[in-house]
């Protein structure tokens, strides 16, 4: 049986086959989740990043996860928000897809998301919760190895808004 859950939490402690990294374009570190998880896991994720010559928006790449508890990363840089025209949904939606199928493409079975863009990339939470779950819930009605699927959310009023996207999302099917 398939499970998407929304919990609170540090996603740098989670234990998961794989944790998806809200990175940027350099995949060289930053603030935020991608500082939190470069500290976690060591310097050794840096010197694997570095290899990777970067990646583009909404696309996603591999890492082993070092000291984390958890066994890989999947760095994907989201859209940083513009207004709304500049296929910042598009881009999204490519974050948390290229995520889940290079999970899948490397046998993870749980992989854990953090709330990708709405930090200091500013995509707005009322947008970007119902992208979020509703590719992730179009990814695990298909036959996937992906079987469990969480968000970590740091923050309440963050967990409120995934929270409401999936009670709107069930719904209406
Ligand atoms: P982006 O640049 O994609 O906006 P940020 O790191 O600024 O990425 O923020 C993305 C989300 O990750 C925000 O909701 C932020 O509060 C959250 N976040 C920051 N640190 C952690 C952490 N250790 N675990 C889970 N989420 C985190």
């Known amino acids: 049986m398939k499970s998407f859950s929304i919990m609170l939490g540090d996603i740098t402690k989670v234990k998961a ?49 070092y000291r984390l508890p958890a066994s890989y990363v999947i760095h994907t840089p989201g859209p940083i928000w513009q207004g709304g025209h500049h296929h910042e949904a598009d881009l999204l939606r490519n974050s948390y897809l290229n995520s889940l199928k290079l999970a899948e493409a490397n046998t993870c079975h749980s992989i854990v998301f953090p709330s990708i863009s709405t930090g200091v990339y500013h995509f707005p939470l009322n947008l970007a919760a119902p992208i979020a779950v509703q590719t992730i819930r179009q ?16 923050d309440e009023e963050t967990k409120r808004y995934y929270d409401q996207a999936f009670k709107e999302l069930c719904s209406r099917s």
Request: aromatic share 4%; hydrophobic share 45%.
């Open 139 to 154: 990814f695990l009605n298909q036959a996937t190895a992906v079987e469990a699927v969480q968000m970590i959310c740091f």
């Open 17 to 65: 086959d794989a944790i998806v990294n809200a990175a940027n374009t350099t995949l060289l570190g930053g603030g935020g989740v991608d500082g939190a998880i470069h500290r976690a896991a060591g310097p050794q994720l840096l010197e694997e990043c570095r290899a990777l010559n970067g990646c583009a928006t909404g696309e996603a790449k591999i890492t082993k996860g």
